[in-house]
């Protein structure tokens, strides 16, 4: 049985998300003391100096996946759930993306095509690897900001006013199916969201 043969099993870790992109530049706004303009404006200084902007966007793949069985008898003594066989010739996935399905209709929220899956008879093994073959969960991108002013206060004393918007173009981060087992009625479903919605941050720090 493949419960049994470590060839079957071998595959991807859970964690593996094989893309990654991080993408943080800071810029300093050319405003103020020993910036090129208004460096000896003493107003312009104190309200446009020491500023600097930092987008933070990332790009990341999702993770590996696998399914299991809905199954009423026993669990296996080491394969633990039953896995269902996959069905030659049918995408594992549906088409389309999910997040624009899910928008022009929330019960477009099939993620695993039901069709690619085959139930197996109780106490026997299905051809299903322990992770689905070239399938990821959904992407999860997002651009955070950061905006922050230094103002000097006099000696080595200084103080730090800090802006963020975390998630700040409202994208959703969408969380794997809420259930993988085959068989259950939520099976291959995504029904819940991975992330915040945006938020905004104010913090100020006195450094002496």
């Not at 990654?20 to 446009?48: C, E, H, M």
């Not at 022009?104 to 299905?126: P, W």
């Not at 479903?189 to 720090?205: G, S």
Request: zero cysteines; charged letters at 10%.
């Amino acid at each position: 049985s493949p419960y049994y043969n470590p060839d079957q099993e071998y595959g991807r870790s859970l964690l593996d998300s094989p893309h990654k992109v991080v993408i943080a530049p800071t810029v300093n706004l050319p405003f103020g003391d020993g910036q090129k303009y208004l460096n000896t404006s003493t107003w312009g200084n104190r309200l446009l100096g020491g500023w600097s902007i930092t987008p933070v966007i990332t790009f990341s793949s999702g993770f590996p996946m696998g399914v299991s069985q809905n199954q009423s008898t026993t669990g296996y003594l080491l394969g633990n759930a039953q896995r269902p066989n996959l069905v030659p010739g049918q995408d594992i996935l549906v088409g389309g993306d999910i997040t624009e399905r899910i928008k022009n209709n929330t019960a477009d929220n099939l993620y695993f095509n039901r069709a690619a899956f085959q139930a197996v008879a109780a106490n026997q093994f299905g051809n299903a690897p322990r992770t689905l073959p070239g399938v990821y969960s959904p992407w999860r991108n997002n651009v955070d900001l950061s905006v922050s002013k230094n103002t000097g206060t006099g000696g080595r004393t200084s103080l730090q006013v800090r802006i963020e918007v975390l998630n700040m173009l409202n994208l959703v981060q969408w969380a794997s199916p809420a259930s993988s087992a085959f068989g259950n009625s939520s099976f291959g479903q995504i029904t819940n969201q991975a992330n915040n919605m945006r938020m905004i941050q104010f913090t100020a720090r006195f450094q002496f």
